[in-house]
């Protein structure tokens, strides 16, 4: 993910002795730097929306738990020190007031809004299961898909819990453009690799981003505030690696 900046990275990454732990690495390149230490595997980086933090979850045996760690490095702490429930994908609504996740209840995911700083109960986002929620740039829509397959499809949904739409009929994994009219989202493609779609949400019309060849599925990625750049991971060599694309007219 992009930091709002637009100037940093994070993602996660796997470690040789099987671990996975949140880097950040500057969007022009350079040296990346680890952030987290945790003994459990670290994943789904998001900043916050000043950019001064980064959320992440971990993952593995349940509950899993969201944690916050400063974006200049320093401890990470729980979103809720007293949690007992299992919460994940977190992401921060742009006026940084509020947090939306998925929370985990009899192995289905459920979408939930509560306050970025933890405190207070958290709402259900509305009755139906959701995952991989993403909070529009305007603010005025969550975008997310049923579960974190990529075939579910991708829908829409105010704040508040109103307004339920769907967008595609598959796809998952939504990521909004910078004009919160277009929705980006992996889905399979020719021989079941990922392909990247993006649907406008005023035509309904979808199309595929082109120049990009995946093997496999389960390829995350951004777009950064400007809308000119794209960052994924690519196993193009040995390992997956961390790739800047530059958008196209």
Do not use: C
């Amino acid at each position: 993910m992009f930091s709002p900046d637009g100037t940093e990275i994070a993602y996660s990454r796997g470690e040789p002795d099987g671990s996975w732990h949140v880097w950040t690495v500057a969007a022009e390149g350079g040296a990346a730097r680890q952030l987290t230490f945790g003994k459990v595997p670290e994943i789904y980086s998001h900043y916050t929306a000043d950019g001064s933090e980064i959320l992440y979850h971990t993952w593995g045996p349940e509950p899993l738990t969201i944690l916050k760690v400063p974006r200049k490095g320093g401890p990470a702490r729980p979103l809720v020190p007293t949690a007992t429930t299992s919460d994940s994908y977190a992401d921060a609504s742009p006026d940084g007031k509020w947090i939306v996740f998925a929370r985990t209840e009899n192995k289905v995911p459920y979408m939930y809004v509560r306050s970025a700083d933890g405190t207070g109960e958290a709402r259900r986002l509305v009755p139906w299961p959701g995952a991989v929620p993403r909070w529009s740039p305007d603010g005025k829509w969550i975008a997310f898909s049923p579960d974190r397959g990529f075939s579910g499809g991708v829908f829409i949904v105010h704040p508040d819990g109103s307004g339920t739409k769907r967008v595609a009929d598959r796809g998952g994994w939504p990521v909004w453009w910078p004009g919160s009219d277009r929705i980006g989202m992996q889905r399979a493609g020719p021989e079941e690799n990922t392909e990247f779609a993006v649907v406008n949400l005023a035509s309904g019309k979808i199309s595929v981003l082109p120049g990009m060849t995946f093997g496999g599925s389960n390829y995350p990625f951004d777009v950064s505030r400007d809308g000119k750049w794209l960052v994924t991971t690519i196993a193009e060599h040995i390992s997956d690696e961390v790739w800047l694309l530059e958008a196209t007219k």
